[in-house]
Antibody, heavy 116, light 113 residues
């Protein structure tokens, strides 16, 4: 069965960095676009970024452009999100999900808290 | 960006009664391939979202048939024919037509009356 497991969240100071990982299993990872979506505490869902199956097509939401970098390692069935210059408003649960406009499977999420 | 507007934002329903959630988009969601990429997700408290419906009206595997999606163009509806206790949580619509800026509705919180 399809499984997506995020890790790497935690408490970080404003201006700091964090790298999230998403381990995928149960499907041919290299065949699928992948996305990151976030949810601030008590708020709705915000799509953050996606990456094509080969990694050559990438897009970011305006709110994270220039600060976040999405990448993937198809040999290791892993998706990453490098987050730099973090701000308080980046505090959220970050989910990885399979596909883009037709998100079909989500991980359980990892919490990122940006606070001094 | 395409704005997705859900109504109502909260809903209290008696067990066994129907429920309906509306989702309206600021632009048509019909894609150049003829498909309409409108999804519905359900998020139970403390859990990650789960997709219920894709391309307006297609139920995902394992989703009870009391859930149905309908609509076209800019107006869409999620209906629950008979609400059960496990249906509580927040429901989100999401458009996947206007890439790369995919957008979600604000969410509709369903609780039992």
């Amino acid at each position: 069965q399809v499984q997506l497991v995020e890790s790497g969240g935690g408490l970080v100071k404003p201006g700091g960095s964090l790298r999230l990982s998403c381990a995928a299993s149960g499907f041919t990872f290299s065949d699928y676009y992948m996305s990151w979506i976030r949810q601030a505490p008590g708020k709705g869902l915000e799509w953050v970024s996606y990456i094509s199956s080969s990694g050559d097509n990438i897009y970011y939401a305006d709110s994270v452009k220039g600060r976040f970098t999405i990448s993937r390692d198809n040999a290791k069935n892993s998706l990453f999100l490098q987050m730099n210059s973090l701000r308080g408003e980046d505090t959220a649960v970050y989910y990885c999900a399979r596909r883009t406009g037709n998100l079909d499977y989500w991980g359980q999420g990892t919490l990122v808290t940006v606070s001094s | 960006d395409v704005v997705m507007t859900q109504s109502p934002l909260s809903l209290a329903v008696t067990l066994g009664q129907p429920a309906s959630i509306s989702c309206r988009s600021s632009q048509s969601l019909v894609y150049t391939d003829g498909n309409t990429y409108l999804n519905w997700f359900h998020q139970r408290p403390g859990q990650s979202p789960r997709r219920l419906i894709y391309k307006v009206s297609n139920r995902d595997s394992g989703v009870p048939d009391r859930f149905s999606g309908s609509g076209s163009g800019t107006d869409f509806t999620l209906k629950i024919s008979r609400v059960e206790a496990e249906d509580v949580g927040v429901y989100y619509c999401m458009q996947g037509t206007h890439w790369p800026k995919y957008t979600f509705g604000q969410g509709t919180k369903l609780e039992i009356k």
